[in-house]
Nanobody, 117 residues
Framework: QVQLVESGGGLVQPGGSLRLSCAAS????????MAWYRQAPGKARELVAR???????NYADSVKGRFTISRDNAKNTMYLQMNSLEPEDAADYFC???????????WGQGTPVTVSS
């Protein structure tokens, strides 16, 4: 299993952009699924976007057309480019990884995103 560390969160005005990064402690080449989840205060954790090892991606309807997930296997890093941010996007964002054969998925510690004027 790998350790995951998120970075890139912060305060941004509505309409602004942020890029989150998720750095893994080891190779991500063989990791089947990597994803971003988010959790706002008082709400359940929800899937934002995921990317499979072959490059296929899925997005939550609420972020389609605004967010882009990607992974750089050479840098052992996954990204989430977030554009046109809305106050409703404010949450703690968590990195997730799972490889077939692991007993459990790996999670990062989260990075906060605040969208406010």
């Amino acid at each position: 299993q790998v350790q995951l560390v998120e970075s890139g969160g912060g305060l941004v005005q509505p309409g602004g952009s942020l890029r989150l990064s998720c750095a893994a402690s080891g190779s991500i080449v063989s990791i089947n699924i990597m994803a971003w989840y988010r959790q706002a205060p008082g709400k359940a954790r929800e899937l934002v976007a995921r990317i499979f090892s072959e490059g296929k991606t899925n997005y939550a309807d609420s972020v389609k057309g605004r967010f882009t997930i990607s992974r750089d296997n050479a840098k052992n890093t996954m990204y989430l480019q977030m554009n046109s941010l809305e106050p409703e996007d404010a949450a703690d964002y968590f990195c997730y990884a799972y490889r077939a054969g692991w007993t459990q998925a790996a999670w990062g510690q989260g990075t906060p995103v605040t969208v406010s004027s």
